[in-house]
C-alpha cells in the first residue's frame, strides 16, 4: 500500500472513533432534556394501577388458602368419621376419645382443626350401641370453629 492510503486509512478509522464517541456521549446523558423525564401524574398513575393490581392479587390469595382449608377439614372429618366406624366395626363398642383411635392405631395422631389451628375438635358423644349397660362413646367430630364458611350457608362446626 502508498503511504497516500494508509493515512487515508488511519483518517477514516478516526472520524469512525470520534463519531462512535459522540454517539455513546449522548446516549449516556438521557436526562439532559427537560422534557425527557416522567411527569408526576404518569408516576401517580403507574403506581395506582399496580396498588390496583397487588390488591387483587391479595384478595385471589386468601380465597385459595380458606378453600385449601375447608378441603383439609373436609377430608379430616371424612377420615375421623369413617375411622371411628371401623373402630366401632371392628371392637363392637365406640371409642371413648380421639385418643382412643391413635392408641388402637387407627390414626397417626389427632390432626390439627385447620380452621381454629389446634386440636380442639369438638367430640359428640352418644349411646353405644354395642354395650348392653347404656354406656357412652364417639359418635361424631366436627371442628371447633364457629366461623361460616365461603359459600355462607354453614358454620364450620355444622359441618
Keep these: 500500500m502508498s503511504g ?3 493515512a487515508d486509512c488511519g483518517l477514516r478509522i478516526a472520524e469512525w472513533r470520534a463519531r462512535t464517541k459522540a454517539l455513546v456521549l449522548r446516549r449516556r446523558r438521557p436526562f439532559s432534556n427537560p422534557q ?5 401524574l404518569e408516576l401517580m398513575i403507574v403506581i395506582s394501577i399496580l396498588v390496583i393490581l397487588a390488591m ?5 390469595y386468601q380465597k385459595t388458602v380458606l378453600a385449601a382449608k375447608e378441603a383439609t377439614l373436609r ?3 371424612f377420615q375421623m368419621r ?3 366406624d371401623q373402630y366401632y366395626a371392628d371392637k363392637a ?3 371413648q376419645s380421639l385418643d382412643d383411635l391413635v392408641s388402637a392405631g387407627y390414626i397417626r395422631e389427632i390432626p390439627i382443626d385447620p380452621m381454629t389451628e389446634q386440636r380442639d375438635w369438638q367430640q359428640e358423644f352418644g349411646e353405644d350401641p354395642g354395650s348392653t349397660d347404656g354406656a357412652q362413646g364417639l359418635i ?13 350457608s354453614k358454620r364450620y362446626s355444622e359441618w
Design 82 to 84: 369413617k375411622m371411628i
Design 56 to 60: 387483587i392479587a391479595v384478595a385471589t
Design 75 to 77: 377430608e379430616d372429618l
Design 140 to 152: 361424631n367430630v366436627r371442628s371447633s370453629s364457629n366461623d361460616i364458611d365461603a359459600e355462607g
Design 36 to 40: 425527557a423525564g416522567f411527569t408526576l
Design 4 to 6: 497516500k492510503r494508509i
Design 93 to 95: 363398642k365406640l371409642p
